[in-house]
């Protein structure tokens, strides 16, 4: 027995040594933040301080100095985010996860993005490609100095980073127009939909812009019944969510107590673990200047930010960029028809490799227009049967990428000219960049490649266009000099969330589907509505989760219902306040998805399940006209109120189509929704109606990249919270329609900057996870709590050094 127990403690001993061991190794992978550093690269001293936020203040004597130790950061920080992303843009994934990373793979060798990218640093001048170079040099520094582990990622998925390239920046940028370019799917949802509604259904499902004419749509209903819409709609994926965008605002000195302007930006986009942005501070010392902001980990640029003299950010315009094309072949599909006559496809052959499996060959085909999706799913049999394909054609994949030289150029603008001339190697996607700088001038310009398409074509961009009519094909682009711009408007407002920015007499074709105005008219609202604004009032607005679109929208369900139910009386007294802790915003949201699916599911079938996003105003105009038709004298003439479509659609999709005894109604349609509403949420969180709370499932999570895919590992890696907020809301929440994550959120602010042009210094930040992406560091997490407080903080640039220092590292440049 004796033996038996020395045996079982020296086991358990063991067992402590081998755990202590390895979370000491894991725990090696932080990297260090103090000391000397002797490296080659650097051409003087290079200092890196560390604020009580883990921001890197960089001190350096070039800019190439500057983007090496940018790099060196990033490394230090975001190592895995940098090769995870690498991977994906190259369509590489497969090799670090598996058969699971086929579908990436597939999609963005069929893009292209890699050769692209390598035609375009070809073009990039000699200056440009050093500072990428000097960047690519401070994060194999890092890599090849480090002497610890590997951040956990990479011991757990087996991958070894390879040398960081300048094109690996470039495909990185490619990335992110992916993220911003959507209209490819909206034009494939509208040929879905054509082949199972009329064209005023769908009309009404896309209608014009407020106060725009609506233009019909061509009637090509019988070529996509024999296309292959609903395969390609599984490769393009689902379109953007609304509130998928961002705001920026800028305001002069009449609107401030300082007199001087303020300028406030959040992107809205995915969020992820790490965030996709990484805060830093640039200082040169020769020139004795600042650039403080956020960047993303993998280039060397501040996107969003300030310098010493001017402040900038951007929301996305959400220009119609792509095309896709229906291609027909000919020749027993071994080619393709133009207006001039049958062509040869452009091939490319790609070898995948696959961990843990066999390589998978892909063939690429090249249109005159782009590649080829339909080859992305070549066992897919609509692909073989058919006799088309579809080809995208899309700025982001012409062979010329020069976003890195235009957002250099911003980092240097000292006045408003300077500021466009750099927007003018800003190739897209387009962005609503809001300028203000301390002499007083506050500015616009939203810069890009923007495709013009000739008078005669019907379909603008809305639907796939047939690719062997001339008519369809692109005519240069809107002239960078013609772009929208404004300079110190008479208001002295600018203000931008995605909605129209033009006005009619804008001679040009932007795009057709900007966001409904709900975000950008409550911002401007709540500008105007106070004289003297400050930092406080500008942290009030962007922390703001009143839902103009549930105000605008409750009024007709209310008007429509009958009920005693303590419930729709709080509904009716409710100011669409989309609080965490209240009850409403829970029981508007299950009310409206019920109502819609009544409205609609039974045209849709079973297609209903991948056009669920929220149709405000549809669901407004049944209801608004059922209250009219009965004698309401209800007005709708809130500066939120938006008009209502065609009386006769809109009330035409309440009757249920399924049922040919009886026409049902708008009313009875929101009443049977009401009472469902209640029953579902009784069922799921108890029958005391006041104690639910929105809280209960509008759940934040930010996702890691892979391991909320891996149960096990996803409660390391993955941040989550209740958040308030909701679609529509300037504080912006996701609310998921999909069953698995109802009323979940996945996407929001991925930054807030608030900038005082009378003392930059005071100017605010924040972002919603932490600097770091290594779990074990205590800066993983540790904003995200501010984040969703309505927190923000400093970083100045007074000192060199800052006050709040906690880390100092030098890296000293090797002798020869």
């Known amino acids: 027995m004796r033996l038996l127990k020395i045996g079982v403690l020296t086991i358990l001993g063991l067992l402590v040594i081998v755990g202590l061991s390895a979370y000491f190794w894991l725990r090696s992978s932080l990297p260090d933040l103090d000391g000397t550093v002797t490296l080659a690269g650097p051409s003087a001293e290079i200092r890196i301080y560390r604020d009580s936020h883990g921001v890197p203040h960089i001190d350096a004597a070039s800019d190439n100095d500057l983007y090496f130790a940018m790099g060196y950061v990033h490394a230090q920080d975001r190592l895995w985010q940098m090769e995870m992303n690498r991977r994906l843009g190259n369509g590489r994934v497969s090799e670090a996860v598996g058969k699971a990373g086929l579908g990436f793979d597939k999609y963005f060798r069929t893009l292209g993005f890699a050769r692209k990218a390598e035609a375009a640093l070809k073009q990039l001048p000699p200056e440009i490609v050093a500072s990428l170079q000097a960047y690519a040099d401070g994060v194999n520094a890092y890599v090849g100095h480090h002497g610890g582990a590997l951040p956990p990622e990479f011991l757990l998925t087996g991958v070894t980073p390879e040398p960081w390239r300048p094109v690996d920046t470039i495909v990185w940028q490619k990335l992110m127009w992916l993220d911003l370019s959507g209209n490819m799917r909206q034009e494939v949802a509208r040929a879905r939909l054509l082949t199972k509604l009329s064209r005023a259904q769908v009309e009404s499902l896309y209608p014009a812009y407020p106060g725009d004419e609506a233009l019909p749509l061509p009637e090509l209903a019988d070529i996509y ?5 609903q395969a390609i709609s599984e490769i393009v994926g689902a379109e953007p969510p609304p509130g998928y965008g961002s705001n920026n605002w800028v305001v002069s000195g009449a609107h401030t107590k300082s007199g001087k302007p303020l300028l406030a930006n959040d992107p809205h986009l995915g969020l992820t673990t790490p965030s996709i942005w990484y805060l830093v501070r640039l200082h040169n010392r020769t020139t004795d200047s600042n650039l403080v902001g956020v960047s993303f980990p993998g280039t060397p640029s501040i996107v969003l930010g300030r310098n010493d003299k001017i402040a900038w950010g951007f929301t996305n315009t959400a220009p119609d960029i792509q095309d896709l094309y229906l291609e027909k072949l000919v020749d027993g599909g071994t080619r393709y028809l133009t207006p001039e006559g049958p062509a040869d496809f452009i091939t490319h052959k790609e070898i995948i490799h696959v961990k843990d499996a066999d390589d998978v060959v892909l063939n690429v085909r090249e249109t005159r227009h782009g590649p080829v999706l339909s080859d992305i799913s070549t066992d897919k049999p609509e692909f073989l049967r ?3 394909v579809f080809a995208l054609q899309w700025t982001a994949l012409m062979d010329q990428e020069t976003a890195v030289m235009g957002l250099f150029g911003l980092a240097k603008a000292h006045d408003f000219e300077a500021f466009k001339a750099a927007g003018q190697f800003y190739m897209g996607p387009e962005q609503n960049m809001v300028y203000a700088d301390t002499d007083g001038n506050i500015g616009y310009y939203a810069p890009a490649l923007v495709p ?23 005519q240069g682009f809107i002239p960078y000099n013609e772009l929208p711009t404004r300079f110190n408007p008479e208001s002295g407002i600018i203000a931008t969330a995605n909605e129209k920015i033009v006005d009619k007499d804008y001679p040009y074709f932007i795009t057709g589907d900007w966001a409904l105005p709900y975000r950008g008219n409550r911002i401007r609202h709540l500008l105007s509505s106070r004289k003297n604004h400050d930092m406080a009032s500008f942290r009030q607005i962007q922390q703001d989760v009143v839902s103009d679109m549930a105000q605008d929208l409750l009024p007709w369900f209310v008007a429509n219902t009958h009920s005693n139910h303590p419930a729709l009386a709080a509904l009716h007294a409710w ?11 829970l029981i508007f949201h299950t009310w409206i998805r019920l109502y819609q699916e009544a409205l609609m599911k039974d045209e849709l079938g079973g297609m209903y399940a991948d056009f669920g996003r929220v149709q405000a105003r549809l669901m407004k105009s049944g209801l608004y006209w059922s209250a009219k038709d009965a004698g309401s004298n209800h007005g709708d003439d809130a500066y939120y109120a938006l008009p209502a479509l065609d009386h006769d659609i809109s009330l035409a999709w309440c009757d249920d189509v399924t049922t040919t005894d009886r026409k049902e109604t708008c009313s009875e349609l929101a009443q049977a929704a009401f009472e469902a509403t209640l029953k579902e949420l009784a069922e799921k969180h108890g029958p005391e109606w006041h104690k639910w709370r929105w809280s209960d499932e509008h759940v934040l999570h930010q996702e890691h990249r892979p391991m909320s895919n891996v149960p096990q590992m996803k409660p390391y890696f993955e941040l989550s919270a209740p958040v308030s907020g909701s679609t529509h809301t300037i504080n912006v929440s996701g609310v998921s329609r999909n069953p698995a994550s109802l009323n979940q959120s996945s996407f929001g602010p991925s930054y807030r900057g608030i900038f005082d042009l009378s003392d ?22 540790d904003l995200f709590p501010l984040w969703r407080k309505g927190q923000y903080f400093t970083i100045p640039t007074a000192t060199v050094k800052p006050d709040d220092t906690e880390h100092t590292l030098v890296l000293q440049p090797a002798r020869p």
């Open 225 to 229: 019944a024999d296309a292959p819409v």
């Open 386 to 388: 058919d006799g088309y």
């Open 452 to 474: 013009i398409r000739k008078a005669g074509n019907t379909i603008g961009g809305r639907m796939p266009s047939p690719g062997w009519l001339a008519d369809y094909d692109w």
């Open 575 to 585: 100011d669409g306040h989309m609080d965490a802790n209240k009850a409403e915003p």
């Open 760 to 781: 930059l210094d005071a100017s605010l930040y924040v972002q919603p996870t932490g600097q770091s992406g290594n779990p074990l560091s205590d800066h993983f997490d």
